[in-house]
């Protein structure tokens, strides 16, 4: 018989979406490979997107509800999946967190908090607004989503070089290669955390 403590189950995430999916199709691979912990039983579109034709090509449990979901609403689909963490991976809505599930909605931005967040900043908005700024950083963040648009516990952030150069896609493509690894680095922290205080 081996002494190594047995694994704790793995975390039961949603993701939300609302464009392209990538940041999904890259996690979803990050718990395929075992990167993290988890295994991915639903995800939410804010619309008919790209995103929710990849989610049902990789047999994701995908439901669209258009516009701002309602926190009950949400809170049910989330409950009925026994979902223990919610991921926004590129969702644009403003987010009522649920009740049961405050500390447990997680969100990527494509820049450095709290500069370069709020509402309507997003996409290339972000990106365009960095390079007007004269930064010479810029990023990504993983943090805790509570009642304001990119606000919250910072849980890590990823930096890389703003050049002269830059427009607002080579920017945006530098910066998604940080969230790639932020985000699942960020997420199976939270989970191992969690599993060794249980």
């Not at 579109?45 to 990789?58: H, V």
């Not at 049910?76 to 500390?103: S, T």
Request: with cysteine; hydrophobic share 40%; net charge positive.
């Amino acid at each position: 018989m081996s002494d190594a403590a047995p694994r704790p189950a793995p975390a039961r995430l949603a993701v939300l979406i609302s464009g392209g999916g990538r940041s999904l199709v890259n996690l979803h691979d990050r718990v395929l490979d075992g990167t993290v912990p988890a295994t991915i039983e639903l995800v939410v579109a804010s619309r008919e997107c790209p995103g929710s034709a990849r989610a049902r090509a990789r047999g994701l449990r995908t439901v669209v509800v258009e516009g701002e979901i309602p926190p009950d609403r949400l809170g049910d689909l989330l409950r009925g999946a026994r979902v223990d963490w919610v991921v926004l991976a590129g969702y644009l809505k403003y987010l009522h967190v649920p009740p049961g599930f405050a500390g447990r909605v997680v969100n990527i931005h494509p820049a450095l908090l709290p500069e370069f967040g709020g509402k309507g900043m997003y996409g290339h908005r972000v990106h365009e607004a960095v390079l007007r700024s004269g930064a010479r950083e810029s990023g990504c963040t993983v943090h805790l989503v509570d009642d304001r648009f990119d606000h919250g516990p910072i849980l890590l952030q990823r930096r890389c070089q703003v050049l002269p150069a830059d427009t607002p896609d080579t920017l945006a493509d530098r910066v998604f290669e940080l969230e790639k690894r932020a985000l699942p680095e960020a997420l199976a922290a939270l989970i191992r955390s969690e599993g060794a205080r249980r």
